[in-house]
């Protein structure tokens, strides 16, 4: 029997207890959606006002080198490298994650094309988030060279439909939806046994689970900051060329910020060495700041030690919700697995959306994806093993007493 007891004893050890120090949070708020949009770092606030009233209003345009305007995409780029196995110079912050899938997707095709006409297969998951899929299919059509989306569903499809016409396979490292973790050493082996190539998504990992991208010698990685990372709403995404591919080929947005000696105002493109070809134009320099506040707490906690809370939270949980809302019908479409689970844990209801919608009216925030899921996001950084407990005891309550079958639960906003 799981008591709140036990839940205090828990945090009572928790090596990342006082990391929670660091975050700013709403009053009276368990917050279980930073798969979503991470919390704000407390040293957000600080670093905006700096850049907004000193370096913007008083260094003004000195600020592109005096304070480091210019090299921000690569500077964030390497604390980022470190979390994710990629080294110094592999990683830029820049764009949206679906602006950079669409870069690196079109390197991957270009490498494969120069080596056979033959590759003209692109898998990715048939439960993929959608931006991945609807990149894949623009791109396809948009080049209108007979490339096909082949979808594919967990690995015994994947390795079925792995063949010498595979050209590229986009893949979430997490799930969106169910949480499943795809093992990315053996995955990527896989592909390349074929000689495809992959693409790591990892919205839903990054900055919750051990990433070694240069140990599963991948390939590419896009992700987002706005997330675990918590770089704040909309913040530019990240994206990995490791070495063995970056020079060799130029990446199709390729505007300014890019280019080799891009003051020289020349007529023709010459992309730059290394990583920095992947930027395109002007940053967003102000949500780009604050992606380093994100990811500067992060680098005090180390990867081993969240990855370990988030596996002991999501086992909690999912300990709890059997404990205490056996006699509801609710279905976890989450794996129990360690090694295939990420960060957040699905359970799926019927009355799923208006569920959430009563848990959030009490300060419980999770959220909803269609069909029927109820996404509740574990963030090792800010929540507590009692605040899993107490999350767990109003759901209990909404569903005992059907506290969501008001109208006011039902109706939908436009982002859901
Ligand atoms: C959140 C998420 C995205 C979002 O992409 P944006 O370009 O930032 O809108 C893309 N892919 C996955 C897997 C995600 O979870």
Redesign the pocket.
């Known amino acids: 029997m799981l008591t709140l007891e036990y839940c205090r004893q828990l945090d009572a050890v928790d090596p990342l207890a006082g990391m929670k120090q660091q975050f700013a949070l709403p009053d009276n708020t368990i917050y279980l959606d930073g798969n979503s949009l991470g919390a704000r770092p407390k040293s957000a606030s600080a670093r905006a006002q700096a850049v907004v009233e000193q370096e913007w209003q008083q260094d003004l345009i000195s600020s592109w080198n005096k304070n480091q305007w210019w090299n921000l995409p690569l500077n964030i780029g390497n604390k980022v490298a470190q979390v994710v196995g990629a080294k110094e110079g592999e990683v830029a912050i820049t764009d ?3 602006t950079n899938l669409f870069k690196v997707l079109a390197t991957a095709l270009r490498i494969q094309s120069e080596a056979s006409s033959e590759r003209k297969i692109i898998i990715a998951e048939r439960e ?2 959608p ?2 899929l609807y990149i894949i299919q623009g791109m396809s059509e948009w080049l209108n060279q007979g490339y096909q989306l082949q979808l594919i569903s967990g690995p015994e499809e994947l390795q079925a439909a792995l063949n010498e016409q595979v050209a590229a396979v986009v893949l ?1 490292h997490v799930n ?1 939806r169910t949480g499943y973790l795809w093992p990315m050493q053996d995955t990527t082996a896989a592909i390349h046994a074929h000689g495809g190539l992959v693409i790591w ?1 990892l ?2 990992s990054i900055g919750a689970v051990d990433i070694d991208l240069n140990g599963a010698d991948a390939d590419f990685a896009i992700g ?1 900051t706005y ?1 675990y990372l918590n770089g704040g709403p909309g913040a530019p ?1 990240m994206v990995w060329v490791p070495a063995k591919h970056v020079n060799r080929c130029a990446q199709p947005l390729s505007g300014w910020w890019g280019h080799a000696q891009p003051f020289e105002m020349a007529t023709d493109y010459a992309p730059a060495a290394g990583i920095r070809r992947y930027l395109s134009g002007t940053q967003p320099i102000t949500s780009l700041a604050l992606v380093e506040c994100g990811i500067d707490v992060h680098l005090q906690a180390d990867m081993p030690k969240i990855r370990a809370k988030s596996l002991a939270m999501t086992d909690l949980f999912i300990a709890l919700v059997e404990q205490e809302c056996a006699n509801h019908p609710l279905e976890m479409i989450t794996p129990r697995e360690h090694a295939v689970r990420g960060s957040h844990v699905s359970l799926k209801h019927e009355h799923g959306f208006a569920i959430i919608q009563a848990l959030i009216a009490r300060g419980v925030i999770g959220d909803y994806r269609e069909p029927e899921v109820m996404r509740f996001g574990i963030t090792p950084l800010y929540l507590s093993f009692e605040d899993v407990w107490h999350a767990v005891q109003h759901l209990k309550d909404i569903l005992d007493n059907k506290t969501w079958d008001t109208p006011e639960f039902h109706r939908r906003g436009e982002v859901t």
Request: contains cysteine; charged residues 20%.
């Open positions: 949206t994650t679906s993929a988030f931006t991945d979430s969106y998504d919205c839903h987002c997330k995404a």
